[in-house]
């Protein structure tokens, strides 16, 4: 029995993308306890840290909207990687721990938080282009494994090695394995040419803002903007609060970045477990529709929890529980959303919803945080006013999971 539902002649691109995503997230996961660690230093300052990162969004999506347009994947693909890792050296340099100076930190936050979005969107982006729906769904939740496996071997360097080797020594191993990820990528690329023929893939085309301008033109684009509305406001409510609680209890730059690492290592433990052996089976056995609305459902159970009895282990234990559904479920589910769609959405409105929308949403829900804080409410009382924005969310998962069906049925009778 092929425990991860692998068919013959899926193995060589399967096995290249899960080492792909394990090097590429391993590096990322390595940095993340770093940008954790300035959030609860400065975290009266992260709706501004929110707001930086959604302008440099700005700045960057027609950028990279003008290398889609003109360059062959082979080439923009690991071209980004470069222009990111080249950006991280610099990083490296500057940093020194709780010496490090205040404009660095800000910057390396903003940064970190463009360069997660933009590789993990261009990743997919990849996927969904050389997977059809039906590999899609079999599929994907095991290649994001490979992502998780980097993400619990990121962090787990990170917590044991930054008391010795420093942040400075964090972010140069993490170059390494961001290295090693542009060349699984470029390989990758290679024998997908090979596939076809030695073909070379062919230009997308069009101007650097069809992706944006065809996002608001498509029900089902927005609908997917609305599920990460959802989501970002739940998330961000527990990112910022756990933040705040960290920046009350724990003390010392090292110390705090230890405890992200761990909090890092659990989501991405349980993350796995959803990947590799659940989410392909609840895909394939509910249907996208019913296993669209299970995060949301969770979640509204875990936010009466907060709002009944608060501390920083019972808020980092739901902050694990969202994460885990989110790199474990949802993730694959909004990853399988773009293959019935043509490749300039693939690629184009993808990294435009997944960058510039995913951020502006964040800077929404990081100001509402901060207003309801100003206001005088406590975490426990802003958990009770999410509640019933889970009902909403799971309200547009349900018809955006029949939108798809709907797609993937039409794709599926049109190539058959």
Not at 161 to 170: F, M, P
Not at 299 to 312: E, K, Q, R, V, W
Request: charged share 15%; proline share 3%; hydrophobic share 50%.
């Amino acid at each position: 029995m092929n425990p991860i539902n692998i068919q013959r002649g899926e193995w060589p691109r399967f096995l290249l993308a899960f080492s792909y995503f394990f090097f590429l997230l391993a590096g990322y996961f390595m940095l993340r306890p770093i940008r954790g660690t300035v959030a609860s230093n400065y975290s009266d300052y992260l709706p501004w840290l929110y707001s930086g990162t959604f302008v440099s969004m700005l700045l960057i999506v027609p950028v990279f909207g003008w290398l889609v347009s003109r360059f062959r994947r082979g080439r923009f693909i690991p071209g980004i990687y470069l222009f990111f890792i080249s950006n991280l050296v610099l990083f490296a340099i500057s940093f020194r721990g709780d010496a490090t100076e205040t404009w660095v930190q800000f910057s390396f936050y903003i940064w970190l938080s463009v360069f997660n979005l933009f590789v993990v969107s261009v990743f997919w982006s990849f996927m969904a282009d050389i997977f059809r729906p039906g590999q899609a769904q079999r599929l994907f939740g095991s290649i994001m494994a490979g992502g998780s496996l980097g993400a619990i071997f990121g962090p787990l360097l990170t917590a044991n090695w930054v008391e010795d080797i420093g942040s400075d020594g964090v972010m140069t191993l993490a170059i390494i394995f961001l290295l090693v990820a542009t060349g699984f990528a470029i390989i990758l690329g290679r024998f997908e040419r090979r596939r076809h023929g030695d073909k070379p893939e062919k230009i997308i085309g069009g101007g650097i803002w069809e992706g944006a301008i065809h996002v608001f033109q498509s029900k089902y684009l927005l609908l997917i903007c609305l599920l990460m509305l959802s989501h970002n406001l739940t998330s961000t409510f527990l990112y910022n609060g756990l933040a705040v609680l960290v920046d009350r209890n724990i003390i010392g730059f090292d110390e705090r970045t230890q405890f992200f690492s761990y909090v890092d290592l659990v989501v991405q433990v349980l993350a796995f477990l959803f990947q590799f052996l659940i989410t392909s089976r609840l895909v394939i056995f509910l249907g996208m529709p019913r296993t669209a609305i299970l995060p949301p459902v969770l979640l509204a159970a875990g936010f009466t929890l907060l709002g009944s009895s608060l501390g920083l282990v019972l808020f980092a234990s739901i902050q694990v529980a969202q994460r885990a559904l989110n790199y474990g479920l949802l993730g694959p589910v909004n990853e399988m959303l773009f293959t019935v769609v043509d490749r300039e959405t693939k690629y184009k409105s993808k990294n435009f919803i997944d960058t510039v929308v995913y951020r502006g949403s964040d800077v929404t829900a990081s100001w509402i945080f901060k207003g309801m804080m100003t206001a005088g409410l406590s975490l426990s009382q802003i958990a009770w006013i999410y509640v019933p924005l889970m009902g909403i969310w799971a309200a547009v998962a349900w018809r955006l999971g029949k939108t798809y069906t709907r797609l993937k049925d039409q794709l599926t009778s049109g190539t058959g």
